[in-house]
């Protein structure tokens, strides 16, 4: 995202955009990529109150908090790019308040990535997930990425606590 300080990302969260909807996809690429053809559009805040449950020393990712939104929604899928875009909002709305943060931190990009575009770029996200615990490791030589060693194991079961959410 760009002009992060510009803008009202409290505001934005508060934007349900028509959602939570559902849309049948036809393209037989698109339906064999992700396993079905019903698609799942969760609102910001939903993302937020998911991103929420992660505890202490745990962790999920974008891909995991799609799976569990499509399961507990009735879609073969949740659609990837408002993912990404809502979880950056939920971030930066965080970074925006004075209370009631999320921990945004604790939620990786796919293989346990860290993401970049989060408040503070990767050096504070690494600096905030090695205060959890988590051992930071970089791949690539020129491109460097930064991922959570063994992040599987810390992962944590979104269907814990499912009370807490709305479905």
Known sequence: MANEDKKDF????????????WQT???????ARYGGSRMYFAP???YD??????????LTTTGEIRAYFARHNDADFTEPITAGAFISIAAWASHQRDHDKTPYWRTLKA???????????????????????????VRGRKN???????YEAALYDLEEGDASTSD
């Not at 109150?49 to 745990?58: D, E, L, T, Y």
């Not at 990535?113 to 205060?131: D, F, H, M, V, W």
Request: contains cysteine; aromatic residues 4%.
């Open 10 to 21: 409290n505001a934005m969260l508060q934007e349900d955009k028509g959602m939570p909807k």
């Open 25 to 31: 996809i036809t393209d037989e690429k698109a339906i």
């Open 44 to 46: 910001p805040l939903d």
């Open 49 to 58: 109150a998911v991103m929420k449950r992660i505890p202490a020393g745990k």
């Open 111 to 137: 293989k346990g990535e860290i993401n970049p575009k989060y408040p503070g770029g990767i050096s504070a996200q690494c600096a905030l997930l090695e205060a959890e615990g988590h051992t930071i490791i």
């Open 144 to 150: 460097l990425r930064y991922y959570v060693e063994n």
